[in-house]
């Protein structure tokens, strides 16, 4: 899930990332599970009993490992993302953390360059804006439809030419809970943190974010109903779906 720096689902931080000489395989910087140690993750769990407060920690632990790890020189952050507006690009907060220089690549867009718009660090969530706009928009939605769900996007070693890939889940948690808790049908490749958690009904509930324990199939997102309106805002201008959901799916690469 990680950023494998090239991402962070991966062992325990969760960006992916790639560099000269220092290029780790699966996920976070280099192989971050989703922005945070297991460790951390089970620490927070155990000192807040799982509760609303101890899940937004969590959140918050995702992008504050990212900041203390730093991004070495000449490592390439590598993650996923969705269009929720025709240049906004949503993502993970840990996801871009370090990082000065932004794109975003898919099919049907081709490669774009990107800026930072905004992050939600509380809630482990950023906003990228384009530089040209996607025809394919992803609509947000704060109400959950169903307990089967989809993660998409795409494993560090996908090219982002590539259409994305799709993983099942199923939704653990209550909808109106501070984290998506979920249970995957498989082990996600580094790449996957920031990637959209999509619900039967078409929309965006969540961001993935990190794994919840030693189970590589236990993980959990960031519900778009814990978003700040400053994330929000940028789907303003594009409140519904446009085009293929799918199509507005996009690798996310950076670095410093």
Not at 21 to 47: E, I, K, Q, T
Not at 93 to 99: E, I, R
Not at 108 to 128: E, I, K, M, N, P
Request: proline share 5%; hydrophobic share 40%.
């Amino acid at each position: 899930m990680g950023r494998r720096a090239q991402g962070r689902f991966s062992n325990g931080s969760g960006r992916s990332r790639t560099g000269r000489p220092d290029s780790r395989p699966c996920g976070g910087h280099s192989h971050r599970w989703p922005g945070l140690l297991l460790a951390a993750v089970l620490g927070l769990l155990a000192s807040t009993g799982g509760g609303s407060a101890g899940e937004v920690d969590l959140l918050r632990e995702s992008y504050r490992q990212a900041a203390r790890e730093g991004l070495p020189e000449n490592a390439v952050v590598s993650a996923s993302g969705t269009f929720i507006g025709p240049r906004a690009v949503l993502t993970s907060a840990h996801v871009v953390s370090g990082c000065a220089a932004f794109s975003v690549e898919n099919p049907q867009l081709g490669y774009a360059t990107a800026q930072l718009g905004s992050v939600d660090a509380d809630r482990d969530v950023a906003v990228l804006v384009t530089s040209f706009p996607s025809a394919h928009v992803a609509a947000l939605s704060q109400i959950v439809s169903g307990p089967e769900l989809d993660v998409r996007g795409y494993a560090a070693s996908l090219p982002g030419n590539a259409p994305a890939r799709s993983y099942r889940a199923h939704r653990r948690s209550v909808a109106e809970g501070a984290i998506l808790r979920l249970t995957l049908g498989q082990r996600l490749p580094a790449g996957l943190s920031g990637g959209p958690v999509i619900d039967a009904a078409g929309a965006v509930v969540g961001v993935l974010s990190g794994r919840l324990n030693e189970d590589e199939r236990q993980a959990f997102a960031s519900p778009v109903h814990g978003f700040a309106r400053t994330i929000t805002a940028y789907a303003g201008e594009a409140p519904g779906a446009r085009g293929d959901v799918g199509a507005a799916v996009v690798k996310v690469q950076c670095t410093r």
